[in-house]
């Protein structure tokens, strides 16, 4: 759940953090990144250029520390999203130059840490946040199982009249980003488990399994075997949410429990595959009160630079017109990347289709939308 503070708020928590005695007692630092994109977008009755924010992975400053203490490691995060012309708030019919900016907490938790494992208390992301993401490309920006940068277009239909939009047919199941207590048990083999308790009762459970097979040199001359010589880094999550009290609302009916997972696998000559999967109960009957997608995508990494194809398909999602009814959707695209660790730079394009299949009788199905995108992000620590 977003939270929207002021701009007088952040300054009243930097002068807290920055001056005051008493709170730099442990040791903290600043870090962020901006992430700005230009979208060209085609809804088939419309196209427009314009220049975003990219909600996928938004422009974002972050503030953290930490202090050891006899075997108990205490510390905390507060981190904010700061977008101008957020891509998962505009469409393609932008009436002006700017959205008027806005201040999003991200976080502002603390946490307890040890052998035992961690615990995070306060705004955050919950056990399953990222769960349908796992991504070894290296073309994560430019295109993956996530359609914030997308999800504001409307589809039209012949007329020009609106048929709901991207996200109305396409979602990665994940967790939220909410107030919570979350508990991460310590890695055990590579594997994590995590679980957290949130606002209105929203649980999740979430595991996480990473591995390192090998010695990754991640160049293919130099590797022993062209396909599996030199190592791999394998990288799986799976996660579960339910909320009977207060579902999260999706058009005009309710999520009452999904689960999501992901794997990727990435090959010391440069070849990845990625994967997810994920799935959605809804509290009504009929033909949609259950939907379900998968995703793929096929990579080759070389050096700092990326290059990947994906496809993806929903099935029985609500109609945006007849939520009773079913809707279809399919998309599929290629993306390039290319990243500076120092100073950590990424550039990035994409080039998407995103086509939605009605199930009402007699009705024809909207025009395809048709995205091209390109970025760039800087981080700093």
């Given at each position: ?9 952040l ?47 938004q422009t ?6 930490g ?26 019919n ?18 307890f840490?040890?052998r035992?494992?961690?615990?995070r ?18 073309t ?16 039209k239909?012949?007329g ?15 967790g ?15 594997l ?11 649980t ?66 440069g070849?990845?595959?990625t ?107």
């Amino acid at each position: 759940m977003a939270r929207h503070v002021t701009t007088s708020t952040l300054l009243a928590l930097a002068a807290v953090f920055l001056f005051s005695e008493t709170a730099i007692a442990i040791d903290y630092k600043i870090s962020g990144q901006v992430n700005r994109m230009i979208r060209f977008a085609d809804d088939g009755d419309h196209s427009d250029i314009q220049h975003l924010d990219n909600a996928a992975n938004q422009t974002r400053l972050r503030l953290k520390g930490g202090e050891q203490l006899d075997g108990l490691k205490v510390g905390f995060k507060w981190e904010t999203g700061l977008a101008s012309n957020a891509s998962d708030s505009l469409g393609i019919n932008q009436t002006s130059n700017d959205d008027g900016g806005s201040f999003v907490t991200r976080h502002a938790d603390l946490y307890f840490s040890g052998r035992w494992g961690k615990v995070r208390l306060g705004q955050g992301n919950g056990a399953a946040r990222y769960a349908g993401r796992a991504d070894n490309s290296g073309t994560e920006l430019a295109h993956g199982n996530d359609f914030r940068h997308v999800s504001a277009i409307q589809y039209k239909d012949s007329g020009g009249f609106t048929v709901g939009f991207v996200d109305d047919v396409f979602t990665s199941y994940e967790g939220s980003r909410d107030d919570r207590l979350r508990y991460d048990s310590p890695k055990l083999g590579g594997l994590k488990l995590k679980v957290s308790h949130g606002v209105e009762d929203w649980t999740e459970l979430g595991l996480a399994y990473s591995l390192l097979v090998g010695e990754m040199v991640n160049s293919s001359e130099e590797s022993s075997s062209w396909l599996f010589g030199g190592g791999a880094e394998v990288d799986f999550r799976l996660g579960y949410t339910m909320n009977p009290r207060q579902p999260q609302l999706l058009g005009s009916t309710w999520i009452d429990s999904q689960w999501t997972g992901s794997g990727s696998v990435l090959l010391a000559n440069g070849f990845n595959f990625t994967g997810a999967y994920g799935q959605q109960e809804l509290n009504t009957t009929g033909p949609a009160d259950e939907n379900s997608a998968w995703y793929v995508k096929l990579g080759y990494k070389t050096g700092a630079l990326g290059y990947s194809v994906d496809y993806g398909q929903s099935k029985d999602m609500p109609d945006p017109l007849q939520p009773n009814e079913t809707a279809d959707g399919t998309h599929y695209g290629l993306g390039v990347q290319y990243r500076l660790d120092k100073p950590g730079l990424d550039l990035y394009a994409s080039y998407k289709t995103y086509q939605q299949e009605r199930s009402v009788t007699g009705v024809p199905d909207p025009d395809d939308v048709n995205v091209f995108v390109v970025g760039s992000r800087i981080q700093f620590n």
